[in-house]
Nanobody, 124 residues
């Protein structure tokens, strides 16, 4: 199948920066599977998971209004990887950040896969 592993989270002071990475791997890619889109979501304790950013093959990146001007998303789908550059971080950005991937196989699309998350904590 497909596994997603996020990295790059940590503790940072308000105003600082972090760069998250997410790599997709698994046997699916050796039998014709291709990543066509990847996205980042985040979830704080007691809150619903919310969309942060997404990027797809041949499409413009999308960012949530709350992070526009501060975060950017980029991809290297040849390496099944997506990045989230987070600048000017705020305490309200504190959350677990999850990566998701859309994978196309020769017969269609697989259900989206999710990573285990990486914690981002922004201190004031």
């Amino acid at each position: 199948q497909v596994q997603l592993v996020e990295s790059g989270g940590g503790l940072v002071q308000a105003g600082g920066s972090l760069r998250l990475s997410c790599v997709a791997s698994g046997g699916t890619f050796s039998v014709g599977g291709m990543v066509t889109a990847m996205a980042w979501y985040r979830q704080s304790p007691g809150q619903q998971r919310e969309f942060v950013a997404s990027i797809m093959t041949g499409g413009d990146p999308k960012l949530a209004d709350s992070v526009k001007g501060r975060f950017s998303i980029s991809k290297d789908f040849a390496a099944n990887t997506v990045y989230l550059q987070m600048n000017r971080l705020k305490p309200e950005d504190t959350a677990a950040y999850f990566c998701t991937a859309t994978v196309r196989i020769p017969t269609g699309y697989l259900p989206d896969f999710w990573g285990q998350g990486t914690q981002v904590t922004v201190s004031s």
